[in-house]
């Protein structure tokens, strides 16, 4: 009779499998769940204690951690001594292993997971059986994955479980156990943190901290609320990134990498309150971000509506008692001063791509009124805002704004006059100081006119087309006066 050793997590299809191999002449030895499992079923099984003459001991965290379990499973059948040994301390020959291991990806993604409950889902007994039939697969059959059973059971019964097949199984072993410690390290390792998941629930994701800065995400202090989300981290950055734009209290609201409300004024509570109304339905379920410390009135305003995540310099003890009131928001605490030298990495099949962040600023004098009309001193305070802003929105972008708050938003259009049409459609207001920001240039005149026919005044844009006179010459037409600055700003 040839021996089985099963223990698993993943029941899936056990049963089956134990029984069709008792019909082909084996002994099935397990532990645990897995045993119980079987016995519920009415298989035929023996204990991984009559292999040892040792019973189970700490809640199970030792029994299969054993000569008599080991040796019978890393004899090298080849050799004599091998099996002399194992006859002179009465040890069985382990032919097939059957193991998945404990959840611990799939225990760690859930939430108000402890250290503790982590800890007690590493397994330990489980890789080092796999390790030691894999290592031995010239004699051992190692499965790791339910869905083989069919097939070794299909080779058993045609005589071609072969060295071969069984190599082929000990990669997919040690597949398994890697990726299996570099779930535990990602948890543990404060460089490395595993996400409940990516994109999408079907992602899987690691936040790799290549700093610990503290006016970082990656270093930044979380003072309440859930884990942040691979979605939540890449917001809080776009959010982080615009808002250390302004010098002046300023609040910035972003939804899925966009900024659908920017707002300064003589205070943080006037500034939160431009940008909140700038689009107060936007808002809702996003990420607020604020350079000045959260005060109780303005953590009053914050806490009426739904947040993801909040992000300051500081909060004062009124303001967090009054936002910790709701579980899940994340409130993060963050140095605002600018991150310098900064690069930033996007992967792409077969490699990354690698640049400079696009830190780079342009004065209002290295700036150049192209039209016959000049900007009023109301119209360069929108400019200037709308400019700051533009850079942080996905292109095609366009952002309409005032001396104090954007007023419309239009992102990611496959043309320009699109993203203007959208930003017109949702603004606000539309008046004479409202000014109108393109990221890129205009290839012909067709977006000015559409802004003119809005009602708008003021327009601020790279410039570099080889068709700006025809913008220009429309702006003349329309009494519009247009800035150019002579720097793009592409966000894909």
């Known amino acids: 009779m040839k021996n089985a ?6 029941k899936t299809g056990i049963v089956e499998f134990a029984s069709k191999l008792i019909e082909n002449g084996f002994n099935i030895y397990s532990t645990g769940g897995t045993k119980k499992t079987l016995e519920d079923a009415n298989v035929e099984v023996k204990s991984v204690s009559e292999l040892t003459n040792f019973p ?6 030792v029994k299969t951690l054993h000569p008599g379990v080991h040796g019978g499973i890393l004899a090298n059948r ?6 002399s040994a194992l006859k002179e301390q009465g040890i069985e020959l382990i032919d097939l292993v059957v193991v998945n291991l404990y959840p611990f990806k799939e225990t760690v993604k ?39 059973y069919d097939t070794v059971i299909e080779k058993l019964e045609t005589h071609t479980l072969d060295e071969t097949f ?12 890697n990726d299996y410690d570099n779930a535990i390290v990602n948890y543990f390792d404060d460089s490395q943190e595993a996400l409940r998941y990516g994109e999408n629930p079907q992602q899987n994701a690691t936040f790799i901290k290549t700093s610990n800065a503290t006016n970082t995400i990656a270093g930044a202090k979380q003072l309440h609320g859930k884990a942040l989300s691979f979605n939540n981290i890449k917001d809080a950055d776009a959010t982080l990134n615009l808002v250390k734009k302004f010098t002046e209290p300023t609040a910035v609201a972003v939804k899925h990498m966009n900024p659908c409300g920017v707002g300064v004024g003589e205070t943080i509570e006037e500034a939160y309150q431009h940008a909140y109304e700038a689009d107060s339905q936007s808002i809702f379920g996003g990420i607020v971000a604020l350079n000045r410390p959260v005060t109780k009135a303005l953590a009053e ?8 995540v909040i992000i300051a310099p500081s909060f004062e003890e009124e303001a967090l008692e009054i936002l910790t009131t709701k579980k899940n928001v994340r409130l993060l605490e963050i140095d605002m001063s600018e991150t310098v030298d900064e690069q930033e990495f996007v992967s792409v099949s077969g490699g990354y791509l690698v640049q400079d962040k696009d830190n780079a600023q342009v004065a209002k004098e290295d700036m150049k009124v192209v039209t016959d009309v000049e900007p009023t001193e109301a119209q360069w305070k929108a400019l200037e805002l709308s400019w700051k802003v533009v850079r942080s929105v996905k292109s095609n972008a366009i952002v309409l704004a005032n001396d104090h708050q954007t007023v419309g938003v239009g992102a990611g259009q496959m043309n320009r006059v699109g993203s203007a049409l959208i930003a017109i459609d949702r603004a606000i207001e539309i008046n004479d100081n409202v000014a109108l920001a393109s990221d890129g240039f205009f290839p012909m005149g067709d ?39 002579g720097m793009r700003h592409f966000k894909h």
């Open 5 to 10: 050793l099963l223990s698993v997590s993943d």
């Open 166 to 177: 069984r190599k082929s199984l000990m990669i997919k072993v040690f597949k398994h156990t």
């Open 301 to 308: 305003s914050l806490h009426s509506i739904f947040l993801e």
């Open 78 to 83: 080849s050799i004599p001594e091998h099996l």
């Open 56 to 61: 189970e001991i700490m809640d199970g965290r």
């Open 110 to 148: 859930k939430e108000d997971i402890t250290e503790d409950i982590a800890i007690e889902n590493i397994d330990i007994g489980g890789p080092t059986m796999l390790r030691a039939a894999a290592k031995n697969f010239k004699h051992v059959t190692t499965i790791v994955n339910p869905e083989d």
């Open 447 to 485: 977006t000015v006119e559409t802004a003119a026919k809005a009602g708008i005044k003021t327009i601020i844009q790279p410039g570099g087309s080889i068709k700006d006179q025809d913008s220009i010459d429309m702006a003349n037409k329309y009494g519009i006066s247009m800035v150019f600055t």
